[in-house]
Nanobody, 130 residues
Framework: QVQLVESGGGLVQAGGSLILSCVASGRTFDLKAMGWFRQAPGQDYEFVACIDYSGSRTYYSDPVKGRFTISRDNAKNTVYLRMNNLKPEDSAVYFC???????????????????????WGQGTRVTVSS
């Protein structure tokens, strides 16, 4: 059984930065894409970013493009999300997931959608104050 453990969240002022980490255990994930999603209070899960199995291709949602950077270290079974210039609307619980394919989160959609995942970890909370 795969376990995904997210960490690195916290409280930060607008304009600040955080680096989130997600460690996968239970099986190797180096042949699958990895991604980050977030869920704000009362909202559905939202795609944030994903990275292909080799780390050479990345995809971002429009709200975070240019501010967030996803990366991975397959030797450490870890995926990262560096978040710069944070905004209050980035406040959410952030979750990582293992994609269904080597290229993206879904079979024919790199962003998933989030509904294809029936199990979520505890996530890590990010709060951005204005």
């Amino acid at each position: 059984q795969v376990q995904l453990v997210e960490s690195g969240g916290g409280l930060v002022q607008a304009g600040g930065s955080l680096i989130l980490s997600c460690v996968a255990s239970g099986r190797t994930f180096d042949l699958k894409a990895m991604g980050w999603f977030r869920q704000a209070p009362g909202q559905d899960y939202e795609f944030v970013a994903c990275i292909d199995y080799s780390g050479s291709r990345t995809y971002y949602s429009d709200p975070v493009k240019g501010r967030f950077t996803i990366s991975r270290d397959n030797a450490k079974n870890t995926v990262y999300l560096r978040m710069n210039n944070l905004k209050p609307e980035d406040s959410a619980v952030y979750f990582c997931q293992i994609g269904l394919t080597s290229q993206g989160m879904g079979a024919d959609n790199v962003q998933g959608p989030p509904s294809i995942f029936d199990s979520w970890g505890q996530g890590t909370r990010v709060t951005v104050s204005s």
